[in-house]
């Protein structure tokens, strides 16, 4: 009797992928191995996931995952295919969004990723996966920066820079869902939609120098970096916080910090199961929403950054994987 040898091909998955650091060119839709769960991990069908500054970045110069290949992307919003040994908060064909693993769990812009089954929440069900899969890093990271970090208060004056971007959008909405006065920089065309996000002033900062209209700030959320922290202090009242997203020259920040009597602090988003609970609650109260400014399938990845990479975006750009 002969022994049958066929054998079930192993599954597989498209993903963008780069073989080497670059522009937008060297993104790639590649066929690849689709993974397989661990233990404590669930295997997550894609559906939408974020494009995040960090994603062109990286790009560029590698910063934390070094040399490609890789596949980026940290935003997730998707279908639960598979669960690893341990998992019992989920089970395949739930709905959930999350945050991998910053830097080093990247792999959402892809057909399928793994993560931690703790780095998902259950999806609110009133959110598209394109809505959903816009919030997760920019949402914690204003999180983490306002609530975990600064212990934002009711009736605190906040200073958002670049209030129409991905973190600031969301910022906006968390600091004023948390009862602080909220004031944003962006440029005049955008001044409208920040003030619909519940905005109490907005500055144009190619026109009018916010250190001479702010003063008395409680919380500075600092998107930029560069000069902006240095200069971010000054508006700060004595005892108030300056919370930096980009690495940049820490020392000096903080030397000049303590000389004005402030506090400065740069952070780095990390997945958090408890901070993406409080958004989805936001979410589902009304309180927070992510503004998608446009979508693009896997194959068009190029394109998005490209966007992206303007400094023009209002809000956010998504890859969808699956309709």
């Known amino acids: 009797m002969t022994e049958n040898t066929t054998s079930t091909p192993a599954p597989t998955m498209k ?142 004056r906040v200073l958002v820079h670049a209030a129409a971007g991905g973190v600031g959008h969301l910022a906006v909405q968390l600091a004023k869902a948390r009862g602080a006065y909220v004031i944003g920089t962006a440029s005049a065309a955008k001044h409208d939609f920040v003030r ?43 005892g108030g916080m300056l919370l930096s997203i980009v690495p940049g020259d820490a020392a000096e920040v903080t030397a000049r910090a303590r000389e004005l009597d402030v506090r400065s602090r740069m952070m780095i988003v990390e997945h958090d199961q408890t901070g993406m609970a409080a958004v989805a609650a936001l979410v589902e109260s009304g309180q927070l929403r992510a503004h998608v400014s446009g979508t693009y399938p896997l194959d068009e990845a190029a394109k998005a950054h490209a966007e992206g990479e303007t400094g023009r975006v209002t809000g956010k750009l998504v890859l969808t994987a699956r309709s």
């Open 196 to 238: 619909g996000l519940g905005a109490d002033e907005v500055i144009d900062y190619r026109t009018v120098d916010f250190t001479e209209a702010v003063t008395d700030v409680d919380v500075v959320l600092d998107t930029l970096g560069g000069e902006t922290s240095l200069r971010s202090l000054k508006v700060l009242r004595p």
């Open 15 to 156: 993903a963008v992928s780069q073989r080497t650091l670059g522009d937008t060119d060297v993104l790639e839709l590649v066929e690849t191995a689709r993974p397989e769960p661990g233990v404590g991990q669930v295997l997550v069908a894609v559906h939408a996931a974020g494009i995040n500054p960090t994603d062109w970045k990286h790009r560029r110069h590698g910063i934390f995952l070094g040399e490609p290949p890789f596949t980026l992307g940290w935003d997730v919003s998707g279908t639960v295919e598979a669960v690893g040994l341990g998992v019992t908060l989920f089970q395949p064909g739930d709905e959930v969004f999350g945050m991998l693993p910053y830097p080093h769990g990247a792999g959402s812009h892809a057909e399928y990723v793994t993560g931690p089954a703790r780095a998902f929440v259950p999806k609110p069900a009133a959110l598209s996966h394109v809505e959903a899969g816009a919030l997760p890093l920019a949402a914690l990271t204003a999180w983490q920066a306002l609530v975990d970090n600064a212990q934002l208060e009711p009736g605190q």
